[in-house]
């Protein structure tokens, strides 16, 4: 192997490399990004890393059932304010 990439360059290229059809991120567990990443850069910590990068704004988290979602900044879905819309179901906004 060359040169390691990034956590930046690794995880955008995971993003972009391992999302299924028609979807714009990848479940960390369920399409084997967290194995990858231990392998890659010799057991460092996944989470760590990706909440890092979150902060800083350079990828998007969006927990879901059984871990996380990640996106690229530019493909995530805009988080609609969820309880005017939990209002607007029950009838009262």
Do not use: C, W
């Not at 979807?23 to 057991?43: L, M, P, Q, R, W």
């Amino acid at each position: 192997m060359s040169e390691k990439l990034s956590y930046e360059e690794f995880i955008r290229k995971a993003i972009v490399s391992l999302r299924k059809e028609g979807y714009k991120g990848i479940h960390t567990v369920y399409s084997g990004f967290n194995e990858a990443f231990k392998k890659y850069f010799e057991g460092e910590d996944p989470i760590k890393v990706t909440n890092q990068l979150a902060q800083e704004g350079k990828i998007v988290i969006r927990p879901v059932k059984g871990g996380v979602m990640l996106y690229l900044t530019e493909d995530a879905p805009a988080m609609k304010g969820q309880g005017d819309e939990a209002l607007k179901k029950m009838g009262l906004g």
